[in-house]
């Protein structure tokens, strides 16, 4: 609790618990929040997940099995070894940031990550599926993945209907975080996976198509 002046008298603001990483992993292991509740930490606040549609849990479904079909058709031994595909599961940010995005490609296997789940340096690549959820993912989910030293952030725009592809965060002069390159996808074209300069994802397998 803080306190403010209201026409020259002191007045009591009730300002919101902020939350460090390892008071959340708490939380969690004292069985306050369970899986089912759907909150991220995002910059220490408690925040509550909207539910996903069927547009978007049937895209986040294909892209992870095209992902995950194409790193391991790779001709490369050392490609199939190198990364793991991830859905809607936890990484941990710097920011005091754990959010869920809903594809996450990281190094390793899933072995790596039984101890911590996947930090910064051990990610190639976000990507959020965004309907109602765009401004948020284009604003709050970019600057905290672009302060945490994300290179690579992609948004499925399912307005749009298109492929929002950031790279190379950065930090402006007044300390706000974005990234310098924005790159427009049209679902007729193809994307190279960043770090896999060899593998291509068709983004017109990736739209789903409603019937």
Not at 70 to 81: A, F, I, N, T, V
Not at 103 to 113: L, N, S
Request: proline share 6%; aromatic share 8%.
């Amino acid at each position: 609790m803080e306190s403010v002046l209201l026409d020259g008298h002191p007045m009591n603001v009730v300002t919101p618990k902020r939350f460090t990483i390892d008071e959340y992993h708490r939380l969690i292991e004292l069985g306050f929040l369970q899986e089912g509740d759907r909150i991220e930490l995002i910059r220490g606040e408690l925040i509550q997940m909207v539910a996903k549609g069927t547009l978007h849990t049937v895209c986040g479904s294909i892209l992870c099995r095209q992902l995950d079909r194409l790193l391991s058709d790779s001709s490369s031994k050392l490609l199939r070894e190198s990364a793991v595909i991830r859905g809607q599961d936890p990484i941990t940010l710097p920011n005091q940031s754990e959010p869920e995005p809903d594809v996450v490609i990281a190094r390793g296997k899933d072995e790596d990550y039984l101890a911590h789940h996947p930090y910064p340096e051990d990610i190639f690549l976000v990507i959020e599926i965004s309907d109602t959820t765009l401004n948020y993912d284009q604003t709050t989910k970019l600057k905290i993945y672009a302060e945490a030293g994300i290179y690579d952030y992609w948004i499925v725009n399912l307005i749009a209907h298109q492929l929002e592809a950031y790279s190379q965060p950065y930090q402006n002069a007044q300390g706000e975080f974005n990234y310098l390159s924005k790159q427009i996808y049209l679902p007729n074209q193809s994307v190279v996976i960043p770090r896999f300069e060899d593998v291509l994802l068709n983004l017109s397998k990736i739209f789903p198509e409603v019937r």
